[in-house]
């Protein structure tokens, strides 16, 4: 028999607070559909992916029934496609996005993430492929994520790769300017990408994975916020201590209810379970915001000095918090701060309490990093890339996860507003320091070694 | 030798001591108690037991000793032998759902909801609803904790659930238990 309390606050999670499953996502492996035959391989890779995930949103939806708890998105991630279609050349490359993206659409999953590459220590023939791909596959799909992973704290840092990334991003934007750069949107740079992550862009099915797996990302930041309120108001004058215990429980609510749904959602179409992503993930709504706990903690707006101090304290209790509730966390597992998908994080840009180096500087104490940013057009390929080089050294140096989701909107300059629409939400264009300036550093190219920490044998 | 099995309720105004009155007498008639569930709604005490009790043992026999035994506590009390084999563990037949309703305060809640349980066989294991009066949802409550037949069509019983909450002005939420396990037990 539950009581009053433990039904009413599990309801008032749901009606109030934005409780939900963030996104399930299967993991398809397509390593055996390779072939040196395109029109093969992407017949194997349609057949595989639609036959692999015909019922998820169906069972998906059914499982989130059952519990009053929606999933909200259903993903697929697959194996990267640099790996898988090594044997492809750019043109082909860009086929193979659409048939992702027919893959993608025919079963009704909102992103299908994988056309990535791992170059941390070097660009291989495929990795090139897929990278010189990148701005058409971005801008001729709807529903194709891609990443790059150019750095990892075992490799050190490919230069190369990173201004290459700068230029693709440009690339991208400019194929996508008449909607404000969105192709971009679809791509993350990263250094030490996980091989589970759930969540977009940077989701793909690691080589060390098996055939197919379930993972999930909760989501939580209005129900964490409304708990911190509610702790205020019949205490105002509760300690950072007290708070940090409170998020951890939340956290670990919040990470049980992903990983009950998820195991049955799993369970049910006959896939193992692989882990649970325990990352706060905003949406462009009031009340689903991660900037918003910011306030209730007590901060003006996420960016004024304080910032990073209470954010670390946040990303390391949500995570306790979810390590308590499961024993097979992975992915990202922090606080995101995409800017435009949060509200509040966007205001914070428009009202001047937030700027790119402060936002930097948060990357350092959580996942992921420069996330949904939008940028002025003048904003150079090297500046964006030597942006790009910034993240990743924090990532690198760190031992932690950091990418870089950066759009630089055609035509508009700092201050003017960009719209993605949906999810990916709008944001007033972030000013950037020397943007169409030289960097002769980023040109320089070569690898940057690995750090001394990452000799560890 | 306990040959006898009753179930016991008690009504009464809540006061300290009651339940301590009451068990003394029924240990004088050589009673064994079994089971009990005690809950205070508002101010009214309530309270089931069933016991052993002895081969001579009859309900009226037990009620009259407890009304005479008590007189003070001014309880209403009813007793019913029941046969050996009757009564035992609740069986749960079913897959274990929580109904929640919120919504303004009007005669026939409880009823309108319970109807529709009835016809899809639902069994309440539990029901606590608090009414407070008013307009304001979250004074208006109903909990039911319920075992849904396996076979049952799940998707009708929500499509009939959700239509009648919207006849009579509620929200309604219709969750499996584990997800209230999940989120609000450790073990």
Redesign the interface.
């Known amino acids: 028999?539950?009581t009053?309390g433990?039904?009413?606050?599990?309801?008032e999670m749901?009606?109030s607070e934005h409780l939900d499953l963030r996104t399930v996502t299967l993991g398809i492996n397509l390593l055996d559909c390779a072939s040196d035959d395109l029109g093969r391989f992407r017949e194997r890779i349609y057949d595989r992916i639609t036959s692999t995930a015909r019922n998820l949103v169906a069972v998906c939806d059914q499982v989130g029934?059952?519990?009053?708890?929606p999933v909200v998105n259903k993903r697929i991630s697959v194996s990267p496609i640099a790996v898988v279609a090594a044997p492809f050349g750019p043109e082909e490359m860009v086929a193979i996005a659409g048939t992702l993206d027919r893959a993608a659409r025919d079963i009704n999953v909102d992103f299908l993430g994988g056309f990535s590459a791992l170059v941390e220590k070097g660009t291989a023939r495929g990795d090139r492929a897929l990278i010189d791909a990148l701005p058409e596959a971005l801008a001729s799909t709807e529903r194709v994520c891609a990443s790059v992973n150019v750095a990892t704290t075992r490799a050190g840092i490919n230069m190369d790769a990173v201004l290459l990334m700068g230029r693709q991003i440009k690339a991208a934007s400019g194929l996508t300017a008449d909607r404000d750069g969105i192709g971009c949107a679809k791509l993350g740079v990263f250094a030490n990408i996980p091989e589970d992550v759930p969540f977009m862009a940077g989701a793909y099915l690691g080589v060390g994975e098996r055939d197919e797996v379930i993972n999930v990302g909760v989501s939580g930041p209005g129900v964490v916020k409304k708990a911190i309120d509610r702790l205020l108001k019949d205490d105002p004058d509760a300690d950072l201590g007290r708070i940090t215990e409170l998020i951890k429980r939340t956290a670990y609510?919040v990470t049980?209810?992903g990983?009950?749904i998820g195991r049955e959602v799993a369970e049910v179409l006959g896939i193992p379970f692989g882990v649970v992503d325990l990352s706060l993930a905003p949406t462009p709504n009031v009340g689903d915001s991660v900037g918003e706990i910011f306030q209730s903690l007590g901060l003006r707006g996420i960016g004024v000095p304080g910032t990073t101090a209470a954010l670390a304290m946040l990303n390391d209790a949500v995570k306790k918090g979810g390590a308590f509730a499961s024993s097979h966390v992975g992915g990202l597992s922090g606080a995101f701060i995409p800017v435009s998908e949060d509200l509040n994080i966007s205001r914070s840009v428009e009202n001047g309490c937030l700027s790119l180096e402060k936002l930097e500087a948060m990357t350092s104490v959580c996942s992921v990093g420069l996330d949904m940013v939008a940028v002025p057009g003048d904003t150079t390929a090297e500046t964006l890339a030597a942006i790009i080089a910034d993240e990743m050294a924090i990532g690198v140096i760190n031992r932690k996860t950091t990418a870089a989701r950066l759009i630089p909107v055609p035509g508009k300059k700092a201050g003017e507003r960009a719209s993605f629409g949906g999810l990916l939400g709008e944001s007033v264009i972030m000013q950037v320091n020397n943007a169409a300036g030289d960097t002769p550093f980023i040109r320089r190219g070569g690898l940057i070694p690995a750090p001394i920490h990452s000799l560890t044998n | 030798m306990l040959g006898k099995k009753f179930v016991i309720s008690v009504l009464g105004e809540d006061r300290p001591g009651i339940i301590a009155a009451v068990t003394r007498v029924l240990h004088e008639q050589g009673c064994n108690i079994e089971e009990v569930s005690q809950t205070i709604l508002q101010n009214q005490f309530s309270c089931f037991f069933i016991v052993a009790g002895p081969p001579e043992g009859t309900p009226a026999g037990l009620v009259g000793a407890l009304k005479d035994k008590t007189p003070e506590f001014g309880l209403l009390f009813q007793a019913r032998e029941v046969g050996a084999g009757t009564v035992g563990p609740r069986e749960c037949g079913g897959e274990p759902f929580?109904v929640?309703t919120r919504g303004p305060d009007r005669k026939g809640l409880v009823a309108g909801i319970t109807c529709v349980f009835a016809e899809y066989r639902v069994n309440v294991a539990?029901l606590?609803a608090v009414f407070r009066g008013g307009d304001d949802p979250g004074d208006n409550?109903m909990?039911y904790?319920v075992d849904v037949p396996v076979d049952a069509d799940?998707k009708e019983l929500?499509k009939a659930l959700s239509l009648r909450a919207r006849e009579l002005d509620l929200?309604i939420?219709?969750?499996?238990k584990?997800?209230?396990e999940?989120?609000?037990r450790v073990i």
């Open positions: 028999m539950f009053h433990e039904i009413l606050s599990v309801l749901l009606r029934e059952k519990y009053g708890i609510k049980r209810a990983e009950l | 929580v929640t539990q606590r409550i909990i904790e799940q929500r929200e939420s219709i969750q499996h584990n997800i209230f999940a989120m609000n």
